[in-house]
């Protein structure tokens, strides 16, 4: 199938500017593969040391977090959009309560 | 790379720091790349999804649930972040970074700020102390994620280095 993927501000340094990619996929975990073998800087700020999307990683199939489909192996249909989209998280330093 | 944005921004920054106390405030920062620094053209302000316990665990769980809470923790709801960037580019515009308060702590960021970040983007970060707006500073990621590095701000054609007061100083000169 082709699919698109968008690609968040911050990572399109490794996609050579490029907002959206364009590729051939079967399932999510097809388009990521095919995304981050062809840009391979993107591996390290999506995926954590096991090989594991990280926590703060979210990808959108069109309007659906995959969480809530089949995951990574959600099948994709022709011209479906993926969105990969940041959690924003932060805080300050938790205070020691020791005494 | 530097910052810009109006005295107007950092105002919105202050009041949005100042009315969610003593909890932390969010929002995102939209705007364009320009000669070599982010330009601010607009703001919005998010909600913390810190207030929505059970859908904030679902989707990036504390890791001391017991000290942490909306006080010290901020989150934005990644369908937020997927409809403001969609907003953004139908505009021409981006998200260039994120302002967030410190609730009685230093406007400097911390080591859940920046396991948490991505590089590229500016943080901004203004600190509420007893309710009122202070100091505000902005920081990149570096690009091995090892450390922040605090980024220049420019208001009004005015240099910021190392941080500013953010209404009392401004306002009382002009």
């Known amino acids: 199938m082709a699919v698109k993927v968008i690609i968040p501000t911050p990572l399109r340094q490794y996609t050579e500017k490029r907002d959206a990619i364009e590729l051939e996929a079967g399932t999510v975990a097809e388009a990521l593969a095919g995304l981050t073998s062809k840009y391979q800087g993107l591996r390290k700020h999506l995926y954590n040391e096991e090989g594991k999307l990280r926590s703060f990683v979210n990808i959108y199939l069109n309007d659906e977090d995959i969480r809530y489909l089949q995951k990574d192996q959600t099948p994709l249909n022709e011209n479906d959009i993926i969105s990969i989209v940041p959690s924003i998280a932060g805080g300050q330093n938790l205070q020691c309560i020791c005494s | 790379m530097a910052l810009r944005l109006t005295q107007g921004h950092i105002d919105s920054i202050a009041a949005h720091g100042a009315q969610e106390y003593p909890n932390e405030c969010c929002g995102a920062m939209l705007g364009v790349e320009v000669d070599g620094a982010k330009e601010v053209r607009q703001l919005a302000p998010l909600?913390?999804?810190?207030?929505?316990?059970?859908?904030?665990?679902?989707?990036?769980?504390?890791?001391?649930?017991?000290?942490?809470?909306?006080?010290?923790?901020?989150?934005?709801?990644?369908?937020?972040?997927?409809?403001?960037?969609?907003?953004?580019?139908?505009?021409?515009?981006?998200?260039?970074?994120?302002?967030?308060?410190?609730?009685?702590?230093?406007?400097?960021?911390?080591?859940?700020?920046?396991?948490?970040a991505f590089p590229w983007y500016s943080y901004v970060i203004i600190s509420v102390e007893a309710g009122k707006?202070?100091?505000?500073?902005?920081?990149?990621?570096?690009?091995?994620?090892?450390?922040?590095?605090?980024?220049?701000?420019?208001?009004?054609?005015?240099?910021?280095?190392?941080?500013?007061?953010?209404?009392a100083e401004s306002r009382r000169q002009g």
């Not at chain 2, 904030?56 to 504390?62: M, T, W």
């Not at chain 2, 981006?94 to 702590?105: A, E, I, K």
């Not at chain 2, 690009?143 to 420019?154: A, K, M, P």
């Open chain 2, 47 to 116: 909600r913390n999804l810190r207030h929505d316990r059970a859908r904030a665990e679902e989707l990036l769980p504390l890791s001391e649930p017991e000290k942490e809470s909306e006080k010290n923790r901020f989150l934005i709801d990644p369908e937020d972040m997927l409809r403001v960037e969609r907003d953004a580019r139908k505009r021409g515009l981006d998200v260039v970074g994120f302002y967030h308060s410190h609730p009685d702590h230093p406007a400097r960021p911390s080591r859940y700020d920046r396991e948490h």
């Open chain 2, 133 to 167: 707006p202070g100091t505000y500073t902005s920081w990149t990621l570096q690009e091995d994620r090892s450390e922040f590095d605090q980024e220049l701000i420019e208001v009004l054609g005015v240099n910021v280095p190392q941080g500013a007061t953010a209404i």
